[in-house]
């Protein structure tokens, strides 16, 4: 008899005819509390569409409010066969070779005078490129400097089209991250690149060339105003060719850059400003 009073309360909790009530209440109840969640849920949407509202108003969609960065940019190497930047061939295989030589073909193909005569200006070297908004009137788009590829000269591609490597003569493209607003130099002062061996491998490297001359990064490229802002801007580049470097041996390279204004390294990152690569050239068949 117990289990048939238990089950009753039950059915008259789901449902009680007497009074009318579905789950203990009645219809009229059950409908102020849907409204009131309604309401309620009406209202925090309202709330929070109004607060990404207001935020959104604060933002520029050409350059970012807050830039957490490092005060020093990092750099990279091209070509770049995989993370562990490591650049090993055997003159007498071509096929190890041609793949940096590609690699470094289609990386400077947007570089080609012809495209960056339709993109970008001829700007005046050795001064930054400021180009301000007026107010609250934006200079969008923002023009870019020319940076052509026969800049680079011997490691152009153009009148050597293996860029070195089938002769064991290599050339590495360098390039500093982009980093919005920041102006590499004081006084005039380009920065520039440098490239040597680390200690244990001092006396292997052998002769080097830079190009541009002295491995400068021009002013006229700088500041940079962000991808949305500035379209077309084109990265300069620094190419190292590797005249008579030690072959059948691994050399270990660090290239970093060098301005008045750009701390090497930091504490959050060692490595900013600078980067580290192995080059291996073989001559004799393994």
């Not at 925090?44 to 969609?61: H, R």
Request: with cysteine; hydrophobic share 35%; charged share 25%.
């Amino acid at each position: 008899m117990a289990k048939d009073g238990e089950k009753s309360e039950w059915k008259d909790f789901i449902w009680n005819p007497r009074t009318r009530e579905f789950l203990g209440r009645t219809a009229s109840s059950w409908g102020l509390i849907i409204l009131f969640y309604i309401v309620f849920y009406i209202f925090l949407a309202g709330l929070f569409a109004l607060t990404m509202y207001v935020m959104l108003q604060t933002l520029d969609d050409h350059k970012p409010t807050w830039q957490d960065r490092l005060s020093t940019p990092g750099m990279v190497i091209r070509p770049k066969a995989d993370e562990t930047f490591e650049i090993v061939y055997s003159i007498k295989n071509t096929e190890s070779w041609d793949m940096y030589a590609q690699a470094l073909d289609k990386f400077l193909a947007p570089y080609n005078n012809s495209v960056q005569a339709q993109k970008n200006d001829e700007c005046t070297p050795d001064k930054y490129f400021f180009q301000e908004d007026s107010g609250d009137v934006k200079n969008n788009p923002k023009r870019s400097c020319q940076f052509n590829r026969t800049i680079l000269e011997d490691c152009s591609g153009i009148d050597d089209r293996y860029y070195g490597y089938q002769e064991g003569k290599p050339c590495i493209i360098i390039k500093l991250n982009r980093v919005i607003g920041m102006l590499p130099g004081k006084d005039g002062q380009a920065p520039f690149v440098t490239c040597g061996a680390k200690r244990e491998d001092s006396d292997k490297i052998g002769q080097l060339v830079y190009f541009p001359p002295n491995g400068t990064f021009n002013l006229m490229y700088y500041p940079y105003y962000g991808k949305k802002a500035q379209v077309n801007y084109s990265q300069p580049l620094v190419a190292v060719k590797f005249l008579n470097i030690t072959t059948n041996q691994d050399v270990n390279i660090e290239c970093k850059i060098n301005a008045n204004n750009i701390p090497i390294g930091s504490e959050r990152d060692k490595f900013a400003g600078r980067v580290s690569f192995k080059l291996r050239i073989n001559t004799v068949s393994n």
